[in-house]
């Protein structure tokens, strides 16, 4: 799996799936804040992809780096 200078796997868009898995909650939580407008995404057909500028904003409004999500030794 590739990876983004930022470290994002993936490229420049995660699924919400991804970003689900990474903030370890369901599917739905993240579909609500697509929803509110708490977090952008962008519609390709039925599939919503989630930047990752906006999934990194994201983690800011809520108090969270990426470095916050990974595992602690």
């Given at each position: 799996m590739s990876s983004t200078s930022n470290g994002?796997?993936?490229?420049?868009?995660?699924k919400p799936e991804?970003?689900?898995e990474n903030?370890?909650?369901?599917?739905?939580t993240v579909y609500r804040a697509l929803r509110s407008g708490a977090l952008f995404?962008?519609?390709v057909g039925r599939s919503y992809r989630?930047?990752?500028?906006?999934y990194e904003d994201y983690l800011k409004s809520i108090g969270l780096?990426?470095?916050?999500?990974?595992p602690g030794e």
């Open positions: 994002i796997p993936g490229g420049e868009f995660l991804e970003v689900a903030l370890r909650v369901s599917r739905m995404s962008v519609r989630i930047p990752a500028a906006s780096t990426p470095a916050d999500l990974e």
